[in-house]
């Protein structure tokens, strides 16, 4: 068998027709720059999410940037956040000259260990950045709690979060990842849970004014065209991009579901093998996604290279810490600072999950581990 990590082409090939017309729609209409498909796109996020307000942008990086910037997480002003993500997390904050202060995270959940949170607050903090990581969210009840106390900022990167809601305490009502902070992001990366094709980002918040900012800055800062009452970005979800993620979206539920079903049968199939630790789920208050899928292994650059040889292809989610990385040197953290991020990188492999994988699939991936630990 040969198993890609990722595979769009087998959605394509089931839904060429919606995709082709989608596409096609936008070349004959012209509309090529925040037009109806951006507008319409918007508004379906907007309904899906719960969020009074959804703003298309390039990417989910340009997501983070902006609304860091919005946010004030910027001139040696601090702001809370992990060291286990994607470079941009933090990035975002560096870009303005904010300082991203570093906890470390939580075993089972690989998201913020909120008990640290408190502690990495002084008065120069201005807000604190969790990221939902793989597949479940961070604590939200705790940092809202915190970040109201201290009167901080919240800017959720939910990149990988999107489909994935929290049960706050006291309330019926689920609220969508990204929407309960001040602003969140989303990332339309191919590989994420709703994936373009090609790159994409959005920002979401309740709040009318840092809306109406993010849709300034996205047109480079302008109020009307050519007056300009900041100096922002020229960073547009693409209308392409946009036609493509309408379709995927009205198959999202389905999409996330097969995701649940290839998770419950790495689950069982993995239960038993020596070596391996499957992920668990750290809160019960909340609907998780499975955006990716990961266990904690025992050599694991020997088991990725022999499923490798196997036809399995498998990917690091992360090799390296940020704290620990050449670019963010000048922050001075040192190598066992953060021993639980530091481990997870020695132990994470992520085994590949899409909608479309096969209960066949699955299975044979499950006795190659099996086979390896024999
Ligand atoms: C993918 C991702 C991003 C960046 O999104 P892009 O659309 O690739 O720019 C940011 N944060 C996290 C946690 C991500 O996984």
Same mark, same amino acid.
């Given at each position: 068998m040969k198993i890609n990590f990722y595979e769009s082409q087998r959605e394509y090939k089931e839904k060429k027709h919606e995709f082709d017309g989608a596409i096609k729609n936008i070349i004959d209409s012209g509309?090529?720059?925040?037009g109806n498909e951006v507008k319409t796109f918007e508004e379906e996020i907007k309904d899906f999410t719960g969020a009074k307000h959804a703003i298309g942008v390039a990417s989910g990086t340009d997501a983070l940037v902006i609304a860091s910037d919005i946010l004030g997480f910027s001139d040696n002003k601090e702001i809370v956040t992990t060291?286990?993500?994607? #470079?941009a997390s933090t990035s975002c904050l560096a870009k303005h000259g904010g300082k991203p202060v570093f906890v470390d995270i939580d075993?089972?959940?690989? /998201?913020?260990?909120?008990?640290?949170l408190e502690a990495a607050i002084n008065d120069n903090t201005v807000g604190v950045l969790p990221i939902h990581l793989f597949n479940q969210m961070c604590d939200m009840d705790k940092i809202m709690e915190i970040a109201k106390k201290h009167d901080l900022k919240v800017l959720e990167d939910a990149a990988e979060a999107f489909g994935m809601r929290w049960q706050m305490q006291g309330e019926e009502r689920y609220r969508h990842a990204g929407?309960?902070?001040?602003m969140g992001v989303f990332s339309f990366?191919?590989?994420?849970? #709703?994936?373009?094709?090609g790159d994409g980002g959005m920002i979401v918040t309740n709040s009318d004014e840092l809306a109406d900012m993010c849709r300034m800055f996205r047109v480079h /800062?302008?109020?009307?065209?050519?007056?300009?009452d900041y100096i922002g970005y020229n960073s547009r979800l693409d209308a392409m991009q946009a036609a493509v993620l309408r379709v995927k979206l009205k198959y999202i539920n389905n999409a996330i579901e097969n995701r649940g079903r290839v998770a419950k049968l790495y689950t069982e199939g993995l239960?038993?093998?020596?070596g391996v630790k499957v992920q668990g789920i750290k809160s019960a208050n909340q609907k998780n996604v499975y955006y990716v899928f990961n266990i904690f292994a025992e050599n694991r650059d020997g088991l990725a290279e022999f499923l490798k040889s196997k036809g399995v292809a498998t990917s690091i989610y992360?090799?390296?810490p940020l704290h620990l990385q050449k670019c963010f040197e000048y922050l001075g953290y040192k190598e066992g600072q953060f021993p639980v991020t530091e481990k997870m990188c020695k132990q994470i492999l992520a085994l590949p999950i899409y909608p479309e994988l096969t209960n066949e699939e699955v299975e044979y991936i499950c006795d190659c581990i099996k086979e390896f630990y024999n």
């Open positions: 509309a090529f720059i925040l060291p286990f993500t994607f #470079l075993e089972e959940s690989c /998201g913020m260990d909120v008990d640290q929407t309960i902070g001040d990366f191919p590989t994420k849970t #709703l994936g373009g094709y /800062g302008a109020s009307k065209k050519y007056h300009y239960k038993n093998v020596e992360y090799p390296k």
